[in-house]
């Protein structure tokens, strides 16, 4: 009698045991289910210009919450090539904007990643936005006779500008010259300084309708450049 009695309490206590290992199995899910979806929304700039500083803007939602408050945001680049790198760490207003200011170091399709970690009540969340970013426009400034002798050198003055910038990598321009309705004639190409200068010299064999065409194919930052100078060449005097 007390062995079936024994196993009567035991079996009456299985289902109590059953509940109570379910329930703890399920508690850490429950912990977790619990937290809410946090989500990052991009509003899209104006498009930039490489080398120009701008502003784009954001918002991190957290459901429920009467103010988001502070939370810290990582912001990352992405270049056209593929390389990613962070470029700062913003603070959420109460309202959960936020706001980040870059200057875009070339052209081209560029994106933008906005990173949250979350915390005990809110998933992490991230958005990436892609901006387009002009290249900055490039154009030759010419400094130089506008007339001159056959038979004596002169020298043409130009400046390679990128709308106030210079590009840093001493690109090399092609130089060319045209005489009246002669053939274009390739003079070889010149190597820009670091201050964006360089120097075209020639001395003219005959006299006619001069014109120093200049042709440069840009960079990630720059666009393309062509240029044109005239100089009327007339024979010596006498």
Known sequence: MRSSSS???????LPCLVAAVVL????????????AKSTIRWTLPASPTALDA???????NLPGLETTGPRQIVISRGLPGG???PIAEVTTADDG???????????????????WAGDDLFFGSARTIEVPVYHRRSGFVFSGPAQAVAGQPFEISVRLDGSGHVPTSNPTVWVYR????LPVTSL???TVADDG????????????????????????????AIGSHAVTVTEPAG
Request: charged content about 15%.
């Open 7 to 13: 196993r009567l309490i035991r079996l009456a206590a």
């Open 24 to 35: 703890g199995l399920l508690a850490p899910a429950a912990t977790a289910a619990a937290k």
């Open 54 to 60: 701008f502003t784009l803007t954001g918002r991190l």
């Open 83 to 85: 390389e990613q790198t």
């Open 97 to 115: 904007t936020f706001s980040v200011t870059d200057a875009p170091p070339v052209g081209g399709f560029l994106f933008y990643s906005a990173r």
């Open 178 to 181: 045209a005489i009246d309705d």
């Open 188 to 190: 070889g190409t010149v």
């Open 197 to 224: 200068t360089f120097a075209i010299t020639d001395t003219p064999e005959i006299a006619g309708q001069y014109s120093y065409r200049l042709k440069w194919g840009g960079d990630a930052t720059f666009s393309a």
